[in-house]
């Protein structure tokens, strides 16, 4: 028996132990995931101990068919989204920002900032963006869906899913080169 199929059949029985291995083991890579849904980390934290849970709850129901992480990634992916459904998306259609979250600069001149940007501060950049353009972001850019895909699990349509995607990413971009300006004067 492998150890993945020790973890699983542990888990199926119910081991604390052998639950609490696994939430450590991936403990990092789904809260990174859950933080890119969320508003906050505290929001990002619960969702993923609602994800877990759900995990625990329909472990019986996995069939060892596919990736077991990726069994695991669904339902925190999942997670997020019926969350996103519930709370924000219902009130969140609309697409206009906070005008204090939204800032303008100047065009960054060809200037890659990427790779300048910490995971964490671009996280918190992913953050700030409106609920629905954040969600259609996160589902293109890092989980591989499809404007089809993405506006049957949102229930928009595949232009709308395209805008969004249009407009996080100039959101984006415009908050980087707002980083990259704020640098360079400070240096």
């Given amino acids: 028996m492998t150890d993945e199929q020790h973890i699983i059949e542990g888990c199926k029985k119910g081991q604390r132990h052998i639950q609490e291995q696994l939430y450590r083991h991936y403990y990092s890579m789904f809260l990174k995931i859950c ?3 969320a508003k906050d980390m505290m929001d990002a ?3 993923l101990n609602d994800g877990f849970m759900k995990i625990f709850s329909q472990i019986a129901q996995y069939k060892s068919e596919g990736s077991f992480e990726g069994w695991m990634k669904r339902i ?5 989204l019926d969350y996103l459904k519930s709370k924000y998306l219902k009130n969140a259609r609309n697409t206009k920002t906070d005008s204090d979250t939204l800032i303008h600069t100047e065009p960054d001149n060809g200037h890659n900032v990427y790779a300048q940007l910490a995971f964490r501060d671009l996280i918190k950049l992913i953050q700030m963006l409106p609920d629905m353009t954040r969600t259609v972001f996160n ?8 404007h089809r895909q993405i506006a049957a699990q949102l229930q928009i349509s595949e232009g709308t ?14 908050k980087v080169n707002a980083i990259h300006t704020i640098k360079r004067s400070v240096s």
């Fill in 161 to 174: 899913s395209q805008w969004h995607l249009h407009q996080a990413r100039n959101l984006l971009q415009q």
């Fill in 35 to 37: 933080a890119r849904y």
């Fill in 45 to 47: 934290e619960q969702l």
């Fill in 139 to 146: 589902l293109y850019v890092f989980e591989d869906f499809t």
């Fill in 76 to 80: 925190i992916i999942n997670t997020c």
